[in-house]
């Protein structure tokens, strides 16, 4: 066994060499990772089998755990936190059980071999950070146009308008045109000033109703009485919210593995 | 290094050693599980960054990738199969890029330390099924009641009717009552004939149409003739499809964990 502070790991173990270290982990509250041949069964809100084949086992610090196959980014099987665990040995087999009780879910891992397991103390406290561009800022108005408001529907972004183009073309739920103009940061005058701009293009040709909104996650000193002004309007919002709202999207590409799988 | 035919463990190594070992593992398509302290940086559809901090990366065979913090079961960083992966060391820093070209996307892991690297050669050809009881068939109709018919909305379950249970109770798009009854398995005579007790006993104090609607994966031999006899309606429904939902619907927490924590 190599072993220091921070791990222990057994390469090619007994079954019972490994049952070993896998409850000193438990015990301990390491992060386990066990590689090998296994078969799993579930029951919880539904019931799966998985037939045997070599996977990857993570338990993690916090009792959640994953299975994982060789190939895929999603996991077969997996649990959040709040599982008890044990660890059992039998003659050919090694079990290890998780065990949650709301809502009532069981996850059974049997290896028949253990080709090694990792037991790592791991210290994180790393913050995770998402940002947006501009253009992610645009892409997530479109997705989700109630990130402006309720009833907004974009009609075309990027639309060339003299002397620009216009960030985000759409109707409100009254039917009057919005031309929105999208800033990553503080907007400042020069902001307002471009988008009246827009505005005034706009007007010459369209026969409607015409309002004009900045999107920013706020406005620089002053620029609220300049926007008032030009009877224009503003709307504040956060590149972070825009980054949840595409990392939301991604994930949906997620549930879609499942759909295919099973 | 701990190397057979099947697997190749380096613990504690120097990055240059870890790199060799990488690199390696990416030429022959090796399952790789790396720990150690890293940061990651993300740009794609939004930009993220992941400050230093010690983590598991597993990149698989086919190019998937994933970057799991100590806690949670959610990865905090994964991509899909179709990256292009390479290893460079620096001075003080080992970096693994991944790189995909559609949606354009870059993680890179910059290791300040390595504390294990497994390099894994796993055959996985083992079927994942998932089953659903009967229960679960009614918990998947009333989580998406569209599973019976467009329209529908049911109003309870389990309720007691003599001389049983009806499984699900609702009204259908023409606000007409609904009586459904589930079977996991072919249905036969007798499901008709208890969805017919059921339809009576209703009827009996109901003052408004009513339809009774038989749930299964498949009809039995001579059945549809009762059922039509009868007054009564079929609808297929595989237990699979039943288990996909409530497995999706567990997916959801995946999504509800990403909004807690972004």
């Known amino acids: ?14 079954l019972a060499e490994a049952a070993k270290l896998i409850e000193k982990a438990f015990a301990k509250r ?19 089998t998985l037939e045997p084949g070599e996977r990857i086992l993570i338990i993690k610090a916090d009792g959640s755990l994953l299975v994982h196959r060789p190939v895929g980014y999603e996991p077969v099987n997996w649990q959040p936190s709040g599982s008890i665990f044990h660890v059992k040995v039998n003659e050919n ?3 290890v059980h998780a065990v949650r009780q ?6 059974k891992v049997t290896f028949s071999n ?30 989700k146009p109630a990130l402006l408001e309720e009833g907004f529907k974009p009609i075309s972004y990027e639309k060339k308008v003299e002397p620009g183009f216009v960030d985000i ?19 400042g005058k020069e ?28 406005l620089g000193k002053d620029v609220q009485r300049l926007l008032v002004t030009m009877g224009l309007e503003f709307k504040a919002l956060d590149p972070k919210k825009c980054a949840e709202v ?7 590409r997620l549930e879609a593995f499942f759909k295919e799988k099973t």
């Open 246 to 252: 595409l990392k939301k999207a991604e994930n949906s």
């Open 30 to 48: 390491r992060t386990l990772i066990i590689a090998g041949a296994c078969h799993v069964h579930y029951v919880g809100r539904a019931s799966s």
């Open 1 to 14: 066994m190599q072993e220091t502070n921070k791990l222990s790991v057994l390469t090619e173990p007994t």
């Open 102 to 107: 709301k809502p009532r879910e069981n996850v």
């Open 191 to 218: 902001a307002v000033l471009q988008l009246a701009r827009y505005i005034d293009a706009i007007k010459e040709k369209a026969n409607r109703e015409l309002r004009g909104v900045l999107v920013a996650p706020s």
């Open 114 to 143: 253990v080709l090694v397991v990792s037991a790592l103390s791991l210290n994180d406290s790393g913050e995770f950070l998402l940002y947006a561009s501009e253009e992610d800022m645009h892409k997530a108005i479109l997705l």
């Open 169 to 187: 073309y759409g109707v409100d739920k009254d039917g009057k045109l919005v031309v929105v103009e999208v800033k990553r940061k503080t907007a």
């Open 93 to 95: 087999s090694l079990e």
